[in-house]
């Protein structure tokens, strides 16, 4: 763990292993957050929740320069990953803060814009986070968030001890406290949280590689005793993490297979 955080909502269930952390690092606003750059104007204040290693944060202050970014982030392992990025970088209208997104309090001068990106299906109260978002924007302020939703994804080949390795790994964001079907659900928490003008829309991420989310997800089905006491609480029998383990890692290992994972995205007004 990085700086691990004592979360006041859900258990953070992706953790902080450094494979997690490199493939949330390749991530940039073109890649990931193409649905919200359209709302993007250069003066604008923006608040990024849940901002990990800032690589999206960073390149959405180079959007709104001479405008602001703050990141926000509940790990301080993160925020100093995001603190270094940005200094190698030269970006400098941007700033990194430790703390969740429910403890966050309005400022002097509130937000045009707020992000927030593989998040929400970690939290396990996202309504009441993102009532606290909306007390942070200004009125008419806008909202982009996007979460995944594992009803959409297309995994091939996809034997059944694949799927029963992926329920498991889903079993673990539930009994965390996140969702599975948040991205679904982002619509119907953006209007419960009070915005308005709600749009939703949906796309597939393909993994080039099929070792770096396979690798993350065997390594984080293995530790699941460990960090969860996924066997200890009867969510899986002694031995099963290591066999499921086994079989993402021969799957990832086909240059032929499919990791489509179904992002969807939502915009809203305050
Ligand atoms: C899956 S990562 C996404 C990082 C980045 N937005 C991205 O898409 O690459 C989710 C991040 O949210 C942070 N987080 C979890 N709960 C939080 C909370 N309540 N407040 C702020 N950050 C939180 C985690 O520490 C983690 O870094």
């Known amino acids: 763990m990085n700086g691990a955080p004592q979360a006041n909502t859900a258990r953070y269930t992706p953790g902080y292993s450094a494979n997690a952390a490199a493939f949330m690092s390749s991530r940039t606003a073109e890649s990931h957050a193409g649905f919200f750059l359209p709302y993007l104007r250069p003066g604008m204040r923006v608040l990024d929740c849940g901002c990990g290693p800032g690589t999206i944060t960073l390149d959405l202050a180079r959007r709104v320069h001479p405008g602001f970014v703050t990141g926000v982030d509940i790990a301080a392992g993160q925020i100093a990953l995001a603190e270094a990025a940005a200094i190698y970088q030269g970006v400098a209208n941007v700033l990194f803060r430790s703390c969740s997104i429910e403890q966050m309090t309005p400022e002097d001068e509130p937000y045009d814009a707020a992000f927030s990106h593989a998040l929400l299906e970690h939290l396990a109260d996202p309504v009441a986070s993102l009532r606290r978002v909306r007390s942070l924007l200004k009125p008419g302020g806008v909202i982009g968030v996007c979460s995944p939703d594992w009803r959409g994804f297309l995994v091939a080949p996809a034997p059944p001890v694949l799927t029963e390795a992926l329920a498991f790994y889903q ?59 996924a066997v200890t609480k009867g969510w899986i029998d002694p031995g099963d993490p290591q066999r499921l383990a086994q079989a993402l890692r021969m799957w990832q290992r086909q240059p032929s297979g499919l990791f489509a994972q179904a992002w969807v995205s939502a915009v809203g007004w305050a």
């Open 171 to 229: 079993r673990l964001q539930r009994e965390n406290g996140g969702s599975v079907d948040a991205g679904g659900r982002l619509g119907e928490w953006l209007e419960q949280a009070g915005f308005s003008n709600v749009r939703m829309a949906a796309r597939y991420e393909c993994y080039a590689d099929l070792r770096l989310i396979g690798e993350y997800l065997a390594q984080r089905i293995e530790q699941a005793e460990a960090i969860d006491g």
